[in-house]
C-alpha cells in the first residue's frame, strides 16, 4: 500500500495516461488486447492508464510503443510524454504541473475555476451504464450530510469500484476535491496515511485539516470526498484510518468499497448494497425497451469494443436471456461480451448459458469469475460455507423459515448466517413478502459444485425434498377456504423446488416422492398441470417401492390421482381404486379425506352419466359434513347436489339451493367457492332462457375465477358466457368469448358447442351440425353427461335427415343410460321435429319475450 519506486501516488503520471489511452482507443484496442500485444500484465496496464506509475521502464515503453505500431515523429513523442513532468513536493504544485504535460487528447472531466484544488487526477473509467439513480442517490447522502462514511458493499463483480469511481467524479464536476486510494492486503495506517496526502497533494496527512478548515459539515457543502478502494483487504488498518482522518477533518467525505459491511466496525458508516443491474424479466419487451434495460445496455456498450457491426434487433433476445442467465452481474456480462469477437451471440449461450462460472478474461492470466465468487466464499466462516452449500439446494426464492427448516443442525443462529450472507452479496433480498431470499445464479452454481466436492450434495437433496414436502403438504390444507388464493401464489413461489424435490426423491425415496405429489393434484388442477400431475402420481403408485407406504398417504395420493384425471377424462378408470382409497380414509376417521374422496367420485359418476351413484356420493358428503360442523363444505355438497337438481329438470329447486350455497360461501369467506356457485346460477339461468341474467352471473364469476387461475372452471363459466351470448343473439361479443376460450386448456369441447350455437344464430345449418357433433363427441365422458345431451338436441334440430337419424338414437341412448329429463325447451324442439311444420332452428334460437 505504500509508495514503491515507481509508484506515483501524485499521479505525475497523468499526462502520459492519458496519451496512452488515446494512442490505445485510436487504434480500437481494449486493454486485454494492449496488454496480449505488448506481454504486459493487464493489471500493469490498467495502472498505467490511471497515472498511478510516475517512471514506468524504458524497456515498458518501448513493448508499448510496438505494440501500438508508433513510429517516426509519433513514437518519439509517446516516449516524451512519460518523462515531461515536474513532480514538487507540496500540494500548490498539483495545478501548475498540469502546465508541462502534453495536451490529452481526451478532454478532462470539467472542474470550476474557483475550485483549482479540486483539479486532482481519478482513475480513468469506462461508461458506467444502468447506475444513474445510484450515482445520484449517493451523491445526495453525501451532500446532505445524511451520510458521512459510505460503505458499497457486495460481491466480487458486482461494479463496486466503478460506481465509486464514477461517484468521485460527479462529485468534481459538481467542484468537490475527490481523491482516490487503492488498499491493499499489505496496508497499514500509516501507509494509508501517506497515501492519502499524496493523492490530496500534501506532504503529511496533518496538513488536510489546515487545507480544508475545521469547519463543521453542516455550516457548507462538504469540501472533499476520498474514495478508499478495498478496504477489506485490510480492514483494521483501513478503519483505524478513515476514524482517524474523520475526527480531524469533519468536512471529509467517504466513500469506500468492501465485499464485506463495515456496520459496526466502523461507528458512523452506512452499508450500501450495490445489487446487480436489472435485467428483463416480465411481460415481453420490444427492441427500444430491451436496449434500455441496463444489462442488456452494459452488454450491447461493451460488445460495441471488440465487434465492429452494431447489435441488431433480432439479436437483444438473445442478449437478453444472457444476462438473465448471468444475473445481470456486471463483471460476468464484461466478460462475455469480450467474447464476442470470436463467438456469436448464440454461442455464446450454448458455451456459457450453464457454465456461467467458466467466463474468463481472454488474457491468458486472466481470473475466471469462479474465481471472483470464491474470494467472497473464502471469507465465511466454516458454518457459513456449510450454510451456503446447502442453501443451493433451492431453487427459487425462500424464507427464513424454510433457510432454518434446510438448515436444522447444521447452523445454530439461521439469522445471522443470513445476514453475513446478505452482507457479502451472496444471497440477494428482493420483493415483498417472506420468500424473498434467493442465491444469485453464480454463487448458486459455485455453491453446489462445493456441495458435490464436499460429499454432501445427497444428503443436502434428500433434506431439501423432506423440507418442501413438508410445507407443501401444509399449504395443501389451505387450497380450500379464505386462504386459497395465498396458498396457490406460495405454491407457485415454490414451483421450482417442488419440481426439483420431486424429481431427486422420486427416484431416492418414492415414499417420500408420494406424499409430495399427493400433496398438490388440486393445485395441478388449478394451474392446468393435470396430464403431468396424473401420469407422475400414476407412476409412483405403481412403484413396488411405495407398495408398503402408509395406507393413508397411498389413499390420498389415489384420490388426487383420480382427480386430475377426471380433468381430462380418464375418471373411468380411476373409480375402483379410488372406492378403495375412500374405504381407508373413512376407516382412519380422515374427515377432509373422505370428503374429498367423495367429491371426486361423485364427479367422476356425474361425467359417466351415474346421476344415482354421483347423489349417493354427495348426500354422504352432506350428512358427514353437518356431523362435523364444516360449514364450507356444506356449501361444496350443496352447489353439487344443485346439479342433480338440473338434471332432474327442476331448474327452480337447483337455483335456490344455489343461493343457499352461495350465502355459506360468502360468510365463510370463501371467494373461489363463491365464484363457482355464480357460476353454477349463470348457468341455470342460461337454461331456463334468461340470458340477461345469465351473462351478468356469468361475466363476474369469470373474472374471479381468472383470478384464482381454475382453468377447469374458467372453462365451464367461459362456456356459459358464450352461449348466452349467442343465444342471445349477440354474436360479436360471443365470438370475443370464443378467443378467450381457445386459450384455456381442455376446452375444445366447450369451444364447439359455443360455435354450435353462433352457426345457429347465423342460420348456417351445416356448421352448426358439424360443431355440435364435434361438441358431443369431445365432451363424451369427459365433463357433464347434460352438455353431451345438449350437444346431440343442437345435431338433431340442424343435421340433415340421415345425421338427424343418428343424433336421436344417441340422444335416446344417452337418456336411457343416465337418466336425464329434458329440459321444457328441449321437449318443444323435439316434438317440433316428430311432426310440426314450425322451424325448430328459429325455435331453438328464438329469445324469450
Known sequence: MSPVADHDPRNA?????????????????????????????????????????ARPQRNTLALLADALDLTGSAREAFLNSATNRNVGPRHDSVARRSRHVEKPVLAPLPVPSHAAR????????????????????LLDLLGSGSAEIIALIGMAGVGKTGLAHAVAHRAVANGWTAVSVTVTNISQPTDIFSAVAAVFGVARADELIERFGDHRPAERAPAAL?????????????????????????????????????????????????????????????????????????????????????VRDDELATIAELVRRFDGLPLAIELAAARGRVLELGELLARYGNRVLDLAATDPAGRRLRDAVADSYALLAEHEQAALRRLSTFRGKWSVELAEALLDGVVDDVEAVLDRLVGLGLVSVRGPGDLRFRLLDVVFDFAAERCAFARELRAARLRHAEVVTRTAVRLSAELTGPGSAAAVLRLDYLNGDIRTALRYSSVR????????????????????????GFHLLRR?????????????????????????????????????????????????????GELTARAVLAGIWQALGGSDEARGHNEAALGLAIRSGRAREIAVVQNNLAWHDVLAGDLGTAGRRLEGAGRRALEAGDTRLRALTEANLAEVARLDGRFEEAIALAQRAATAIAEVGDPTHRVRVLGTLGQAFAESGRVGEASAVLSELAAVPGSTGMTALVNGYLALERGARAAAAVAFESAANLLAGRDDARDVLEALVGLAVSAEPAGRERALSDLAGVRERTRIRLLPREHRLLDMLEGTDEDPLGALTRRPT
Open 509 to 532: 425415496d418414492p415414499e417420500l416422492a408420494l406424499r409430495l405429489a399427493g400433496a398438490i393434484p388440486r393445485w395441478c388442477r388449478l394451474r392446468g398441470r393435470d396430464v403431468e
Open 540 to 592: 409412483l403408485l405403481d412403484d413396488r417401492r411405495t407398495a408398503g407406504c402408509d395406507p393413508v398417504i397411498r389413499a390420498w395420493a389415489q384420490v388426487g390421482a383420480a382427480m386430475l384425471a377426471t380433468a381430462h377424462g380418464r375418471g373411468a378408470g380411476e373409480v375402483r381404486a379410488t372406492e378403495a382409497a375412500l374405504a381407508v380414509l373413512a376407516a382412519r376417521g380422515d374427515v377432509t
Open 226 to 310: 476520498l474514495v478508499l478502494d478495498g478496504v477489506d483487504h485490510s480492514p483494521r488498518a483501513a478503519t483505524e484510518a478513515i476514524a482517524w482522518l474523520r475526527a480531524r477533518v469533519p468536512a471529509l467525505r467517504v466513500l469506500v468499497t468492501s465485499r464485506r459491511p463495515l456496520a459496526g466496525d466502523l461507528p458512523g458508516v452506512v452499508d450500501w448494497q450495490v445489487h446487480p443491474l436489472e435485467v428483463p424479466v416480465g411481460r415481453r419487451l420490444g427492441p427500444a425497451e430491451l436496449r434500455r434495460v441496463p444489462a442488456v445496455a452494459l452488454f450491447v456498450e461493451r460488445l460495441r469494443a471488440v465487434r465492429r457491426e452494431p
Open 118 to 137: 479540486t483539479a486532482l487526477p481519478l482513475p480513468t473509467i469506462p461508461p458506467l451504464v444502468g447506475r444513474d439513480a445510484d450515482i445520484a442517490e
Open 13 to 53: 503520471g497523468a499526462g502520459f495516461a492519458a496519451t496512452l489511452r488515446a494512442s490505445r482507443l485510436e487504434r480500437g484496442l481494449t486493454q486485454d488486447e494492449l496488454a496480449a500485444r505488448s506481454g504486459l500484465g493487464v493489471r500493469t496496464l490498467r495502472e498505467l492508464e490511471r497515472g498511478r506509475v
